[in-house]
């Protein structure tokens, strides 16, 4: 992949990756009825920057995250990131939606949490210095659940199951990885650590959930 190639079809995509721990697997809730395009999300994670049509140079991002947060910014991430934090849930999040073309039933984070301000900085900070444009007008750090067919993410906001299941869930954010590919094929999607303090962990973490929402099906 040649760095900051301009291509409309290509796109760039800064996560933190997150582990997602809840006590039953999320799948058991969902009707695979509902389901659309990617469907139950299996790889949780917060996009930072999705930067459509640029392919990002990964070997600087990680000294442009350093710059923009500064000194105590970068270490205050870097020891979320580093650290076992096993947060409960609906300390940092609370549950919500987003509707375009699909359902997206997420993880909204709270304003109130350090981490949102620093996801803020990263966010417009890499915007700025790569010209990075955004249909939406403004940034939300969350968790995708899962995309689902229009109309039918009311009835899981309302689900007192998953409310019950995702009250007793816990949060553990993990690296930092930046991934590249074509609009609309995220499964051949190439990513990249920037950080590697919890991605063999991560590794089997996906392969068991992934095991675990075969049988269910």
């Not at 996560?15 to 139950?40: C, N």
């Not at 998953?162 to 995220?186: A, N, P, R, T």
Request: with cysteine; proline share 2%; glycine share 6%.
């Amino acid at each position: 992949i040649r760095e900051m190639e301009d291509n409309n079809s290509m796109n760039s995509c800064l996560m933190l990756a997150i582990g997602l721990y809840t006590p039953v697997e999320l799948g058991s809730i969902f009707d695979s009825a509902d389901y659309k395009g990617t469907g139950l999300e299996l790889d949780s994670h917060i996009t930072l920057l999705y930067a459509q049509g640029k392919i990002l140079p990964r070997k600087m991002i990680k000294e442009d995250i350093k710059t923009i947060l500064g000194d105590t910014g970068w270490e205050s991430l870097n020891d979320w990131i580093s650290g076992i934090s096993r947060i409960k849930v609906f300390e940092l999040f609370e549950l919500g939606s987003f509707e375009n073309d699909s359902d997206y039933l997420v993880l909204k984070m709270k304003k109130d949490h350090d981490t949102y301000s620093l996801f803020n900085l990263i966010n417009l900070g890499l915007k700025k210095k790569y010209g990075v444009k955004s249909e939406f007008t403004e940034y939300s750090p969350h968790i995708t659940l899962a995309e689902l067919n229009p109309g039918t993410a009311k009835k899981y906001l309302e689900s007192d199951c998953l409310k019950k299941v995702l009250s007793d869930s816990l949060i553990d954010f993990e690296d930092l990885i930046i991934s590249f590919g074509y609009s609309g094929e995220e499964s051949d999607r190439k990513q990249y650590f920037l950080t590697q303090y919890k991605n063999i962990d991560r590794y089997f973490r996906l392969r068991n959930l992934k095991e675990g929402n075969k049988e269910l099906e």
